[in-house]
């Protein structure tokens, strides 16, 4: 069973940066393009980045591109996320899945991460 497991959120000053992470184990992810997805409160949970199984397309939600920037290390099972430029509009839980165009392909989920942008 997989399991996805997210880290690197927390509370960060308008314009400021974070760097969120996201370690797999049960399935290797090499063959999967894998992504992030948030959810703010009381809003349904959206997708924001996606890279390709090599690590050489990104493909963004309008409202980070320019800001975020996705990678991934499949030696390691992982995926990242650098987020620059902070907004509070960013304040969410960020959570990782593989990704089929922009829709979550494992049908678990990580506990998330917190992050909290303040103005």
């Known amino acids: 069973q997989v399991q996805l497991v997210e880290s690197g959120g927390g509370l960060v000053q308008a314009g400021g940066s974070l760097r969120l992470s996201c370690s797999v184990s049960?399935?290797?992810?090499?063959?999967?393009?894998m992504g992030w997805y948030r959810q703010a409160p009381g809003k349904e949970r959206e997708f924001v980045a996606v890279?390709?199984?090599?690590?050489?397309?990104?493909n963004y939600a309008d409202s980070v591109n320019g800001r975020f920037t996705i990678s991934r290390d499949n030696a390691e099972n992982t995926v990242s996320l650098q987020m620059n430029s902070l907004k509070p509009e960013d304040t969410a839980i960020y959570y990782c899945?593989?990704?089929?165009?922009?829709?979550?392909?494992?049908?678990?989920w990580g506990q998330g991460t917190q992050v909290t942008v303040s103005s």
């Open positions: 899945n593989a990704v089929t165009g922009t829709r979550p392909l494992f049908g678990s």
């Open positions: 049960g399935r290797n992810i090499r063959t999967f393009s």
């Open positions: 890279v390709s199984s090599s690590g050489v397309s990104t």
